[in-house]
């Protein structure tokens, strides 16, 4: 049977499996990015990340052009917001719009596992440019840090530092 109407390509779609995805290695924590923007027209990016015990976490910071939230998996996570602190356990979600000061950290004796999501994907790359400054032999200062957020429209959070 033949028509004469147009065929509509169905939009492909991502699965990626517990092994799969681009593993990015920054000290303490192991990310791993199940979508970076490419599947969703930018609109969208997702990681996994594992925190070992006592990771400290980034400094303070504030983005301008996204939202990032965070769904704890397993473990506490502590997020700083400002001056107030929250530990965030197991099933916790916190969402960061953009101009908020945040950060968080693993202060606990046991890994903690979160997933982020970032609206737009636009910070995934930054993670892999973290990673490339060890990667070619350079150490992570936080000059070289706060240089790589800024190309990302995130600054440090310096009235909470």
Not at 33 to 59: C, F, Q
Not at 118 to 144: C, K, N, S
């Amino acid at each position: 049977m033949t028509t004469d109407e147009p065929q509509t390509e169905v939009p492909a779609v991502s699965v990626v499996g517990p092994d799969d995805g681009e593993t990015i290695l920054l000290g303490t924590t192991r990310m791993r990015v199940l979508e970076d923007g490419s599947s969703t027209e930018h609109r969208l990016g997702v990681t996994e990340s594992v925190l070992a015990p006592r990771t400290p976490g980034p400094p303070q910071h504030r983005h301008a052009r996204h939202d990032e939230g965070f769904y704890i998996l397993s473990g506490t996570v502590r997020f700083t917001v400002g001056d107030s602190e929250h530990d965030a356990p197991a099933g916790t979600f916190v969402m960061v719009p953009p101009g908020a000061p945040h950060t968080f950290a693993n202060a606990s004796d046991q890994p903690a596992v979160m997933l982020s999501i970032f609206t737009p994907d636009l910070y995934v790359q930054y993670f892999r440019d973290l990673q490339g400054i060890t990667a070619d032999g350079g150490r992570m200062t936080p000059q070289a840090n706060i240089r790589t957020m800024s190309r990302y429209a995130t600054e440090p959070a310096i009235d909470f530092a």
